[in-house]
């Protein structure tokens, strides 16, 4: 028999009795389509981590943690700015915090205020849209200017019928303090600590006066050359340690590029858990369409046994049960990513981020629903293949 011959036999047995075939190929169409989604919400998810963890800074930054040791609990500015000694640090970016009302007009909201260096605008990447950045001056005359998020300006300025867009210039009180507006931060949006929009940024002398604190607890290092990541946090460590006496609980460096693998590791180990439960779902389709077969095969033994008292090898039986539980599984397959692009679709409306399908998921789950309908198919087609042509024409 012909390769074409037994294609084409295949085919129209398979479209001859379209409703088993629908429901045969739907546990390998729902395997394949869940292994897709799985590989989509999956991506979604690290696209979703990267963006978090690379907006508390840029890919080679380092953020120190300050917790104390016995009433020493902070570093001066002075201290911190001795970071930048260190090998492969390219600058440092003390930063001191404080929750503060904001008051313009009539209008009082709550923020977040952070007392700053100029080194903050590259070490953290967070240029000013209109106006200018915190300068040293600042620093030294403890100067009341201040960088304000687009959302605190929004809350400040449209409660007062003004634009927010406009609000270098204009004077807002912090704490009871006079301040004057002199930058409008571009927009950064949230990270895993808070939107990065909803602040107040002001000179780090000034903090230290306006919130009664000496020191600072949190330090930005930007790294110079990120292979040399490790070298960096050594040396940070070193510092730290000599200056809190060995206790090394008084410190915590964190590695921004450690993280991301951590995340993306945990990340990668549920989707993998989840794809081997897609799998078995495959597997179950295939002894659907297994058990279809046998049944195919029973209800048309006579239809075997005269094909083979008409010439009919067994290698051509064998061939076309083959061929017709393939079929089933290649359409199941077909359908299955389909779905599946559907599925990552709306995954990524539910979850609002970008869903991702490599194409070698999509040919790897097509392959192996076309494995698995020759290695089910391989039972019942191997039945029909050896059945003796008397004994199936005698069959009722």
Do not use: W
Request: glycine share 10%; with cysteine; aromatic share 6%.
């Amino acid at each position: 028999m012909k390769l074409t011959q037994g294609l084409r036999m295949a085919v129209m047995s398979v479209l001859s009795n379209k409703l088993r075939t629908i429901l045969s190929m739907l546990g390998i169409l729902i395997g394949v389509a869940t292994v897709i989604a799985l590989v989509a919400m999956g991506r979604a998810s690290s696209n979703e981590v990267a963006k978090q963890v690379s907006s508390l800074g840029s890919p080679n930054s380092l953020q120190i943690t300050i917790s104390g040791r016995g009433t020493v609990t902070t570093l001066s500015v002075d201290e911190a700015n001795e970071l930048e000694d260190v090998t492969n640090v390219a600058g440092v970016a003390p930063i001191t915090s404080g929750d503060a009302f904001a008051k313009y007009g009539k209008t009082q909201v709550s923020v977040e205020v952070n007392g700053i260096t100029p080194a903050y605008e590259d070490v953290k990447d967070f240029p000013v849209q209109d106006g200018r950045f915190i300068a040293a001056p600042d620093l030294t005359n403890h100067t009341k200017v201040a960088l304000i998020g687009v959302d605190t300006a929004k809350d400040l300025f449209e409660e007062e019928g003004e634009d927010p867009l406009a609000a270098v210039g204009k004077k807002i009180t912090i704490n009871g303090y006079h301040f004057t507006i002199v930058g409008l931060l571009e927009s950064q949006g949230s990270s895993l600590t808070g939107s990065n929009d909803e602040k107040i940024l002001i000179p780090i002398t000034t903090a230290q006066k306006v919130f009664q604190i000496s020191g600072v607890s949190t330090i930005h290092l930007m790294v110079e050359d990120i292979d040399q990541m490790d070298a960096a946090v050594a040396g940070a460590e070193a510092v730290l340690y000599e200056k809190f006496r060995g206790n090394e609980n008084a410190y915590r460096v964190f590695n921004q590029e450690k993280a991301m693998e951590t995340l993306n590791s945990v990340n990668e180990t549920m989707n993998r858990q989840l794809i081997y439960v897609a799998i078995i779902s495959l597997i179950v389709g295939g002894i659907g369409i297994m058990n279809i077969m046998l049944v195919s095969v029973t209800e048309r033994t006579r239809e075997i046994g005269i094909r083979k008292s008409l010439g009919a090898k067994k290698r051509d039986i064998l061939f076309q049960f083959l061929v017709e539980a393939v079929c089933i599984s290649g359409l199941g397959g077909a359908f299955g990513i389909g779905l599946g692009y559907v599925a990552s679709f709306v995954i990524g409306m539910m979850m609002q981020s970008d869903t991702e399908v490599p194409v070698n998921t999509v040919i790897l789950a097509f392959a192996f629903s076309a494995f698995v309908g020759v290695v089910f198919g391989y039972l019942p087609a191997n039945k029909a293949a050896g059945l003796k042509p008397v004994d199936a024409l005698r069959h009722d």
